[in-house]
């Protein structure tokens, strides 16, 4: 059974940064399609980036593209989003995922940790 332990997430201004970590076990990241998504207040589950395990190939919601960046450390079975020049609607709950289709779709997944709380204010 896969696990997914969120961590990283924080109170930041805007224009700061945050790096997120997901720590994954019971699925090697390496292989794997892994995603974020978020989900803001009020708000449905989104996607925000993901990265396929051959070439590398990644996504990333309109709203983040050039600020967001994902990777992923296959040593440490753990996937990364780097994320600059944050603004106030980047508040929300980050979670992620591994597998599912692409573009990634929440709908996918059945099962979620508890994610890990960003908030963008001054």
């Known amino acids: 059974q896969v696990q997914l332990v969120e961590s990283g997430g924080g109170l930041v201004q805007p224009g700061g940064s945050l790096r997120l970590s997901c720590a994954v076990s019971?699925?090697?990241?390496?292989?794997?399609?892994v995603s974020w998504f978020r989900q803001g207040p009020g708000r449905e589950r989104e996607s925000v980036a993901a990265i396929r395990p051959s070439g590398g190939n990644t996504y990333y919601a309109d709203s983040v593209k050039g600020r967001f960046t994902i990777s992923r450390d296959n040593d440490r079975n753990t996937v990364h989003l780097q994320m600059n020049s944050l603004k106030p609607e980047d508040t929300a709950v980050y979670y992620c995922?591994?597998?599912?289709?692409?573009?990634?779709?929440?709908?996918?997944?059945?099962?979620w940790g508890q994610g890990t709380q960003v908030t963008v204010s001054s």
């Open positions: 995922n591994v597998g599912g289709g692409w573009p990634p779709d929440s709908q996918d997944f059945r099962s």
């Open positions: 019971g699925r090697t990241v390496r292989w794997s399609v």
